[in-house]
């Protein structure tokens, strides 16, 4: 699977692409949701027929071509989407917190993977599947990386043979880079541009999606399942970050996700999402504060508001979609000569290319593709290149431009590197010392004179660790060492390293990474290089400091897990209150063994809502938030 995979009917995947009915397709996508407007649940069915149909109408006015939903679309629902010309990435929701060793939730599964097929293969419109959603590294190290292959081949299996012209994936993130994608037919990654994020910190988001698309997608089509950002209420920050985002921030992140996702080398991407999901912080009938419910392009005034207004980002967005550039791509090297590619509108009828100024290149194109070559002025030298794209309809009127930063010469160049050296073991639950090297050959220079590196332990979707050294170069050359601590519950570590470059007007980020895994849990679903993971001695189990994480699955219905770490012997006491401070329930009042716990509260009893658990473990105490859903 994952190779070039030819389909008998309307979809095939080829040279890292999707071709629908013949055609090299780039995904422009939108998270949708049938049944998720201010005072609806999603898993609460009632078929619209008029408001999907809406929706539709204006998701195509947008320019978007693919919707991505997260379960799957009902028969009568797809029948609808099937007229519209909407494309579907169609999610078959399993569970990703689930007990993949449980033969009771496999049959669950498999009969369900089965119910939904029965139908779904009869609609051209879907263009894919995605069987999974964001399985956390501590989930699948309990329950078995084994039986979650053996699982996910099942279900590959039945979509195979049912629906034969639709590829199969997953939305993986980030997180999961540790992932052998060659186990799909295309990879699907959920990636958001947070200034926070670790991924983001050492390489920048674009930078990290085109590791992720020359290591885990090579060959193969790769679609950025989620991306976009959350304009939740309160004290706005600065940079991109998980809520309290302006809109005008928001449109600013979702553009340049979007083309750096492109620039990356992915084929398609999905916006996070069409509107806002009043039911996400646990009440369907409020629009609270929590971040969730804020990532829509599309907001309502009050819960009888239907339609909802667009936000800026969505009205930016469909001006982007009129013409997505492909190629060249920014921060590339072109040798010789420049391929340009562009998938546009019907609107669209032809473009300019300038370069200061001067038009360099003009194409018209047709049925919504054009394919040529630019050969830039042959002057032995290397060029900081802008090109500014002007794309017009039939009557001259100019519908979008956008610039390109590209690099070019007539010989091959040399870039910067980066590279990391770990010692012989990297072990959990101990300091690791990293050796970092660059060298960085004229004629470039560091922005900044900065180094960002850091360690990101995979635990849950935490921040990892980010650090920053001042450059000091000496025979091109700058060389360091540092050290970060592993926590003692890590089973995956991500090292990565970056610096930006720049010639003129042209920038680039220069990075490196090293995944680890911890132990052989993983090898049957891991990447092939990484099966060399070092394993843990019991005197390396220790856990250093006292935690409690973020429950999963949340939200949840009925049942989640809570786990917490202890680094030494002390009486714990977990409790659960309600939003209001109510207690609900005693979890754990006993004495503990230095190590790492989990416990399950079973909220069967528990209307929805906002609940707070608490830890007290001698002098450490820690609350989080987890949200019941019914």
Request: net charge negative.
């Amino acid at each position: 699977m994952g190779l070039n995979l030819c389909f008998p009917q309307n979809v095939r995947t080829d040279e890292g692409w999707f071709y629908v009915d013949g055609k090299k397709f780039f995904v422009k996508g939108i998270g949708y949701e049938t049944n998720a407007r201010p005072g609806h649940l999603p898993w609460v069915y009632s078929f619209d027929p008029d408001i999907i149909a809406f929706d539709m109408e204006r998701i195509k006015e947008a320019g978007f071509n693919t919707i991505r939903t997260w379960a799957a679309l009902s028969e009568e629902e797809l029948q609808l989407i099937d007229n519209t010309g909407i494309k579907v990435l169609m999610g078959i929701w399993i569970d990703p917190a689930g007990n993949f060793q449980d033969p009771a939730f496999i049959s669950q599964t498999i009969n369900h993977v089965n119910e939904v097929l029965n139908y779904s293969k009869n609609y051209e419109c879907i263009i894919g599947y995605l069987i999974m959603n964001e399985p956390l590294v501590e989930h699948i190290y309990e329950t078995g990386a084994l039986s979650l292959l053996e699982l996910w081949e099942s279900v590959i299996e039945i979509i195979h043979n049912k629906h034969p012209e639709a590829p199969v994936s997953f939305a993986n993130t980030v997180i999961g880079d540790y992932i052998n994608m060659d186990i799909f037919d295309f990879a699907g990654y959920n990636a958001y541009n947070y200034s926070t994020s670790s991924f983001v910190h050492s390489h920048q988001f674009g930078n990290y999606l085109e590791y992720l698309k020359n290591n885990r997608a090579s060959v193969m089509p790769m679609i950025i399942t989620e991306h976009g950002l959350s304009v939740s209420p309160g004290n706005i920050t600065p940079g991109f970050t998980y809520g309290l985002n302006t809109p005008e921030q928001q449109s600013e992140c979702d553009l340049d996700s979007y083309r750096k996702l492109i620039d990356a080398g992915a084929t398609g991407g999905c916006v996070f999402q069409y509107h806002d999901g009043w039911w996400k912080g646990g009440d369907e009938f409020t629009h609270n504060d929590d971040p969730e419910e804020w990532f829509g392009l599309i907001g309502f005034s009050d819960i009888n508001d239907l339609y909802g207004t667009p936000r800026k980002a969505w009205e930016d967005l469909s001006v982007y979609n009129r013409a997505i550039i492909t190629s060249p791509k920014n921060g590339v090297f072109y040798e010789n000569n420049i391929p340009v590619e562009i998938f546009a509108d019907e609107i669209i009828t032809h473009f300019n290319m300038e370069l200061n100024d001067s038009v360099v290149m003009s194409g018209a194109i047709e049925d919504g593709l054009y394919n040529g070559i630019y050969l830039p002025q042959n002057t032995g030298e290397l060029r900081d290149l802008i090109l500014g794209f002007s794309f017009y309809d039939s009557g001259d009127t100019l519908l979008k431009s956008e610039q390109i930063s590209v690099l070019s010469a007539p010989d091959g160049i040399t870039l910067p590197s980066v590279t990391i050296e770990l010692p012989g073991e990297v072990s959990a639950g101990n300091m690791v010392y990293v050796s970092y090297k660059l060298d960085v050959n004229s004629p470039f220079t560091i922005v900044e004179d900065k180094a960002d590196y850091m360690a990101q332990p995979h635990i849950g979707f935490n921040p990892g660790t980010n650090k920053t050294k001042t450059i000091q170069l000496s025979n091109n050359q700058f060389s360091f060492t540092d050290n970060f601590y592993i926590p003692g519950i890590s089973r995956v570590v991500t090292f990565g390293a970056g610096f930006t470059i720049k010639y003129g007007n042209f920038s680039k980020r220069i990075s490196a990474e090293k995944i680890v895994l911890i132990g052989d849990w993983a090898n049957p679903i891991a990447s092939p290089e990484l099966l060399t993971g070092i394993g843990r001695s019991d005197s390396e189990k220790r856990v250093r400091d006292f935690q409690l994480f973020q429950n999963y699955p949340n939200p949840f219905n009925p049942a989640t897990i809570i786990r917490y770490s202890l680094p030494e012997a002390t009486h714990v006491i977990l409790k659960v209150y309600n939003i209001i401070g109510e207690e609900i329930t005693t979890l754990v009042n006993e004495n503990k063994s230095p190590g790492d716990y989990r416990v399950t509260w079973d909220a069967e009893n528990n209307s929805s809502g906002i609940y707070i658990y608490q830890i007290t473990a001698g002098e450490y105490s820690s609350a989080r938030k987890c949200i019941v859903i019914r």
